[in-house]
């Protein structure tokens, strides 16, 4: 098994910045990429971010590309999530998924088998 919790969230003005947090525990060995994704109220879950085992690859959504940068520590088991110049329309409740699958960057949620409970960001405008 698998646990993912999330940290960093909040509420912060438009153009303002927040980190996201996400540590991973449990049988780690079979965690391969990481991501992130978002769910607004109304709305479906939407795929934000995402990066391999190594760290090398990654891949954003278009709408938060240029603005959100994901990373990783394998050596803390962390993975983050950097959101700058944030938007009212990035207000969402943020969740880190883990894949088990070998060499996958996947982009959408089913794709993940591992999920942390999310977190609350609030832009305002």
């Known amino acids: 098994q698998v646990q993912l919790v999330e940290s960093g969230g909040g509420l912060v003005q438009a153009g303002g910045s927040l980190r996201l947090s996400c540590v991973v525990s449990?049988?780690?060995?079979?965690?391969?990429?990481m991501g992130w994704f978002r769910q607004a109220p109304g709305k479906e879950r939407e795929f934000a971010a995402v990066?391999?085992?190594?760290?090398?690859?990654?891949g954003y959504a278009d709408s938060v590309k240029g603005r959100f940068t994901i990373s990783r520590d394998n050596a803390k088991n962390t993975v983050y999530l950097q959101m700058n110049s944030l938007k009212p329309e990035d207000t969402a409740v943020y969740s880190c998924?883990?894949?088990?699958?070998?060499?996958?960057?996947?982009?959408?949620?089913?794709?993940?088998?591992?999920w942390g409970q999310g977190i609350q960001v609030t832009v305002s405008s």
């Open positions: 998924a883990a894949d088990t699958s070998p060499l996958r960057i996947g982009v959408r949620p089913a794709e993940y088998e591992y």
């Open positions: 990066i391999s085992r190594n760290g090398v690859r990654t």
């Open positions: 449990g049988s780690i060995f079979s965690i391969n990429a």
